[in-house]
């Protein structure tokens, strides 16, 4: 006989069938037993009773997080015990085997409740036992087919998934770079991408038109908020087009993505639209939450915010930076302002808002030399430094650059959203805590007197 699953057994009643999965909970009522049994779809009613003697004793040792394999006859439960709220609540299994697979210690941390009331280091410590609860399950099963259906509609719409080094040098995205000592040219260090943005652009100059990627993102930045040192973004890049086919395409994607995997949420079809002035002087914020009742926990209201300045000033260090990034082109019109009044250039950029957060952002890239090299030096880049860090760049829009833009989704904040989780680690499998660490494989940590050796490397501190 071959295992099914318990969401399959309403196929099988009155037959003999096998089922494999966790004991969930172990109830005696009267003398029969009861056994909630879960696997990966759900969970099942298991039946015991006393005239199986030797099964009886030995289901009666079973305790909550074995793992067993049973087999028995798929039943109809009697009348008053049926339960039409939950799933299988009309059906039963009478056992008429068990197989111990693994027996399981208490657990540290309840895995049968939402586990909200349990403390994050215990739940990030035992995150393999954390992530057994329905709440975590719903939510990486809700992540993994929201992942799958924006993939699909892209690879409908003729873009091709490519992969991007992880090892690769610094991108100025804004943040600090983390970085792995090379072995075999000691003293030097790769950086991981704090976005694949340069790859994406060359992608484009290589002559693929469309690309997508669900990439992993790293930034050393100190913690503020719910950030993650390592997160992911849908990323997207296409050749000749303008903002408005971008952002359309997106939103036909967005909207198509979300009504297949959250089919309960209300939003409007066509997103708004505002230029970021007008924004930021009726709201005094660049993603303001348009929902109606924000206690609707089924609302969403996206926002197009567009028509951002290409700088904006740092204070500390008293000179213009990116306000997107430095590829980011300007508006064509306002080209001749790069000489006379940076400030007033305006960019081709256009950030996606949801419910008062950012979930999108991305731009019309500039894809020629004159202008990119303009752009680095009103950014007050000295001519060595953006030649040494995008020479490449600036070399390859030399060769055939088409127009090109593109955008990044943060999918860990999109999804918390969708699923009502207020912290993004609630959508990852294994993040890491507020300050970085995973507690589970307890990292970061020292490595070897060998391994540093190895990479040309000392410890000038005290541990
Ligand atoms: N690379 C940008 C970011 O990570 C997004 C983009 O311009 O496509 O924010």
Excluded at 101 to 129: C, F, N, Q
Excluded at 289 to 296: T, V
Excluded at 383 to 406: C, D, N, S
Aim: net charge negative.
């Amino acid at each position: 006989m071959a295992r099914i699953l318990s969401k399959e057994i309403s196929e099988y009643v009155g037959k003999d069938i096998e089922l494999s999965g966790w004991v969930n909970v172990v109830r005696a009522h009267g003398k029969v037993l009861f056994l909630d049994l879960r696997d990966r779809s759900g969970i099942v009613q298991l039946v015991f009773i006393p005239s199986n003697k030797e099964l009886y004793s030995a289901a009666a040792e079973l305790r909550p997080e074995w793992v067993i394999s049973v087999s028995g006859t798929v039943n109809k439960r009697p009348n008053g015990m049926v339960n039409l709220n939950i799933a299988n609540g009309e059906l039963e299994i009478l056992v008429s085997h068990i197989h111990i697979e693994a027996k399981a210690k208490t657990t540290p941390i309840d895995v049968g409740g939402d586990g909200h009331e349990i403390g994050e280091e215990s739940r990030m410590k035992y995150r393999y036992l954390d992530l057994r609860r329905g709440r975590m399950q719903k939510n990486l099963r809700s992540r993994a087919t929201f992942i799958q259906t924006m993939r699909e509609l892209l690879v409908g719409h003729d873009f091709a998934e490519i992969e991007t080094p992880v090892l690769t040098r610094s991108t100025p995205e804004g943040a600090r770079d983390y970085l792995v000592p090379s072995r075999t040219e000691k003293g030097k260090f790769y950086a991981l991408p704090q976005s694949p943005q340069q790859y994406k652009q060359l992608l484009m100059v290589a002559g693929y038109e469309r690309y997508f990627q669900v990439a992993r993102c790293f930034r050393d930045e100190d913690t503020r908020g719910d950030r993650q040192p390592e997160f992911t973004q849908f990323d997207i890049e296409m050749s000749f087009i303008e903002e408005s086919e971008l952002m359309n395409l997106m939103e036909e994607v967005v909207v198509k993505t979300i009504e297949k995997t959250f089919p309960n949420k209300k939003f409007a079809k066509r997103f708004e639209i505002m230029n970021y002035a007008d924004v930021m002087a009726k709201y005094n914020s660049d993603k303001p939450d348009l929902r109606q009742d924000k206690n609707d926990p089924n609302e969403l209201a996206f926002l197009w915010v567009i028509h951002f300045p290409l700088f904006e000033k740092s204070e500390a260090e008293n000179r213009l930076v990116s306000m997107h990034h430095p590829f980011t082109a300007p508006e064509t019109n306002d080209i001749p302002l790069l000489d006379t009044d940076p400030s007033k250039v305006m960019a081709r950029a256009y950030d996606l808002v949801l419910n008062g957060y950012e979930v999108g952002g991305g731009s019309i890239r500039i894809n020629n030399r004159e202008l990119q090299e303009k752009v680095f030096e009103t950014l007050k880049i000295p001519k060595e430094i953006y030649e040494a860090q995008f020479g490449h760049l600036l070399e390859a829009l030399e060769y055939g650059a088409p127009a090109h833009g593109g955008i990044a989704l943060g999918l860990d904040r999109f999804l918390s959203i969708l699923l009502n989780e207020p912290n993004i680690r609630e959508v990852i499998a294994f993040p890491k805590t507020g300050d970085g660490r995973d507690l589970m494989m307890d990292a970061p940590s020292q490595v070897s007197k060998d391994q540093l050796d190895e990479l040309g490397l000392k410890i000038n501190i005290k541990q």
